[in-house]
T-cell receptor
Framework: DGGITQSPKYLFRKEGQNVTLSCEQN?????MYWYRQDPGQGLRLIYY???????QKGDIAEGYSVSREKKESFPLTVTSAQKNPTAFYLC??????????FGEGSRLTVL | AQSVTQPDIHITVSEGASLELRCNYS??????LFWYVQSPGQGLQLLLK??????LVQGIKGFEAEFKRSQSSFNLRKPSVHWSDAAEYFC?????????????FGTGTKLQVIP
């Protein structure tokens, strides 16, 4: 079945370390998104990509980086510059039915 | 400024009772409207969506939503809540365009169902 796979599901990081969250889709969707979720704040857009080798900053891109070398993959790197990285991270793609389809999320905890 | 408001942070209902979750938006034009549900520690699942046409939209799991242009609202309803409906619900909007689709989410309403 087609879907979005996010890994790892849980990740612990020490302060000052960069970490990369994986997002892979086999839906053949062009546009992909990364959201951050914090309690009581809904989902906030970090980065999005409409096509391979192109991506744009969202509302809270500082301290994050992405790449889009393949249509199927849109990894997110949380850098040491991100001041408060502990959060739930969601990857999504825009479907032909004109809606967002989400992965299961990755929870990052900074120790 | 464009915004999506879910005024109720937390709602508690008894199993079998009816449910209405509120969503209001502030946009210059009528956006596309969505309701998503999220179980703890999981991704979001689409319940229903509205683009145009009939203002009463049916979704999965027995949910429906009504678009009211005059009130800029898109409230979610269910006639009889089941314990498995306990989750967090998000309203989302997007202004249709030919290019990038920026989806804006409300802050969510957490639903608790009591026996």
């Amino acid at each position: 079945d087609g879907g979005i796979t996010q890994s790892p599901k849980y990740l612990f990081r020490k302060e000052g370390q960069n970490v990369t969250l994986s997002c892979e889709q086999n839906l053949n969707h062009d546009a992909m998104y990364w959201y951050r979720q914090d309690p009581g704040q809904g989902l906030r857009l970090i980065y999005y990509s409409q096509i391979v080798n192109d991506f744009q900053k969202g509302d809270i891109a500082e301290g994050y980086s992405v790449s889009r070398e393949k249509k199927e993959s849109f990894p997110l790197t949380v850098t040491s510059a991100q001041k408060n990285p502990t959060a739930f991270y969601l990857c999504a793609s825009w479907t032909r039915g004109l809606e967002l389809f989400f992965g299961e999320g990755s929870r990052l905890t900074v120790l | 400024a464009q915004s999506v408001t879910q005024p109720d942070i937390h709602i508690t209902v008894s199993e079998g009772a009816s449910l209405e979750l509120r969503c209001n938006y502030s946009y210059g034009a009528t956006p596309y409207l969505f309701w998503y549900v999220q179980s703890p520690g999981q991704g979001l699942q689409l319940l229903l969506k509205y683009f145009s046409g009939d203002t009463l939209v049916q979704g999965i799991k027995g949910f429906e939503a009504e678009f009211k242009r005059s009130q800029s609202s898109f409230n979610l309803r269910k006639p009889s809540v089941h314990w498995s409906d306990a989750a967090e619900y998000f309203c989302a909007v997007v202004l249709p365009s030919g290019g990038y689709q920026k989806v804006t989410f409300g802050t969510g309403t957490k639903l608790q169902v009591i026996p």
